[in-house]
């Protein structure tokens, strides 16, 4: 039985269509596999706390304070949560040409030396193993190729950040050209849906 852990971080909430495409991914897999545990963290709607100077006790052993302690608890939740999962599916909306700042924040608290990660002579080394990835991208452009491909850091930034901690199986479903046109939207969006649920077909089968 898989367990799920589905990561959001749209500000747009029911409009958010990287919100759609993921409940669309997560209802096929339920689809083809009925026990699927699903645990949901929307960081888009419930932003956790940004790291500041009263909060970087929790990360030097030393959380005394109310909002360190708050980031201490949060930060071994987040942890928690991923260890605990066997596919992490992450809702990613490209805001000015990166990841939203609220899924920065949950890396934030995620990659943590010791914890999810470690230093040895030889360089880093990611310690949270043999877990699969779906990313469900939503941008206003194209990216894919052309002019833009080069202005992308979101897709190459959340490659690094998930490999750093060891999770290297990451299959991306990209909704572009959202702002180009509403045709284009459109389908872009049906284009998105439909891999999304070839990608859990492949997942259940590899997984199974
Ligand atoms: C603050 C903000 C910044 C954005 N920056 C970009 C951008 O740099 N490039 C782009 O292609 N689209 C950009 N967009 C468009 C979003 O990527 C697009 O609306 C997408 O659908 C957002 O995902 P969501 O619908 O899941 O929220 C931006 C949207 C917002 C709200």
């Known amino acids: 039985m898989t367990k799920a852990l ?14 759609r495409i993921t409940a669309e991914l997560v209802a096929e897999l339920r689809r083809l596999e009925p026990g699927l545990q699903l645990t949901a963290r929307d960081v888009g709607a419930q932003p956790l706390p940004q790291l500041a100077p009263e909060r970087m006790g929790a990360f030097a052993g030393h959380a005394e304070t109310p909002p360190a302690a708050e980031t201490a608890s949060l930060s071994e939740a987040v942890i928690a949560e991923v260890k605990d999962a066997d596919l992490l599916i992450i809702g990613s909306p490209m805001y000015n040409f990166g990841i939203t700042s609220t899924l920065k924040t949950w890396f934030d608290h995620l990659l943590r030396a010791g914890l999810t990660f470690r230093y040895t002579a030889d360089g880093s080394e990611g310690l949270v193993t043999g877990k699969r990835a779906i990313v469900v991208e939503a941008r206003g452009g194209h990216y894919t190729d052309g002019p833009a491909a080069a ?10 950040l998930l490999a750093f901690i060891g999770i290297t199986d990451v299959t991306f479903v990209r909704a572009e050209k959202l702002a180009i046109s509403p045709e284009e939207k459109a389908a872009s969006i049906e284009a998105a849906l439909h891999e999304a649920r070839d990608v859990a077909a492949r997942f259940v089968k590899v997984a199974g």
Do not use: M, R, W, Y
Not at 6 to 19: F, R, T, W
Not at 151 to 160: A, F, I, N, V, W
């Open 151 to 160: 202005s992308d850091h979101q897709e190459p930034h959340l490659k690094t």
């Open 6 to 19: 589905l990561i959001s971080s749209s500000a747009l909430g029911d409009a958010s269509v990287s919100n």
